[in-house]
């Protein structure tokens, strides 16, 4: 049994499959297999995938499935692994040479359920590379090397962390439980911070372990479709409901709300009339409705953290309240809806 499983999505990305696969057999880190899973790829990802599983027929496991997206392929592929830790590498994405070596070693020295590095940022026909801690230093400063307890304070910085799957090392048992919703995009988010709830213990390293295609056509962080803005609502809803229990921090529940105004910031992109428009104001409303019972957690945590002015402010917390919530948000709903006047 491989100590590490590389899980490798695969959904029309054959430009880039095969650097992908080459940076994972460049490996310093030998114990370790490559699950590609091609989710109903209708491109020639399979060709590519079938020549190096006929290569390396011990080093990488091909499986091929109907299309389901991003989180079936998830499902599916922690439910089969038998390693202890896996990590989730983007096919149109690659490791540094040592990656699985340092993110391996942090773990097993620190017996850490998570292990987060930083990344590269990489663009398409450029060698332009661009250095990313993976947090926000805006509000937080993560130390290197540092453990990170769970109930402890220092735990909620954490949440902070760009939850893409990039540099990440999560212990399998962490995320056994997770239900992936399926032909949705964002389901990293759900990865992410379900299994950093379930974290005993957390370390981070700076070293750029990954290199992240970040402008590639049809990649889902710049997808405001009505399709999208739904998938990433249901992604976010899953997020709260299957965080329940968990023992969340204050903050979580701030940046689930943080969330939902990134969501309605990101409407004002979205290509639609205004039924598409007023049909995903409505989704959004349940999202926030599963916020408002957690509104102390976040009033808590808003004031030190959000840089709203204060009319902004003021708004927020009328929205959080069960008795204004749903007055205020058909304000908001009226205020998106005039520019179809």
Known sequence: MSKITVVVPIYNVEKYLRKCFDSLLKQTFDDFVIMAVNDGSPDDSQTIIDEYVSKYPKKIIGIKKANGGYGSVLQLAIARMESEYFLVCDPDDYLAEDALAHLYQLAAISDCDLVIGAKNYIYDGSERIDYDRAYNGAYVSLEVNKV??????????????DPSPH????????????????KVGYTDNLLFYVSLLNSASVIYTDKACAYYLIDRPG?????????AIDGNILVFKNVIEQCQ?????DMFYYRMFESYKFILREMDRMLGDKEDVQARLDNLYTLVALLIPHAKAIKKVYGSYSKAKFIERYKDMLLLDPRFSKKMYKDIVAKKLKKFA
């Open 148 to 161: 990170y307890k769970r109930n402890t304070a220092r735990f909620a910085d954490l949440l902070f962390v």
């Open 167 to 182: 540099s990440k090392l999560y212990r399998r048992s962490l995320a056994t439980n997770i239900q992936f919703p399926t």
């Open 219 to 227: 990649n889902s962080m710049s997808d405001v479709s009505p399709k």
């Open 245 to 249: 229990g968990l023992q969340a921090p």
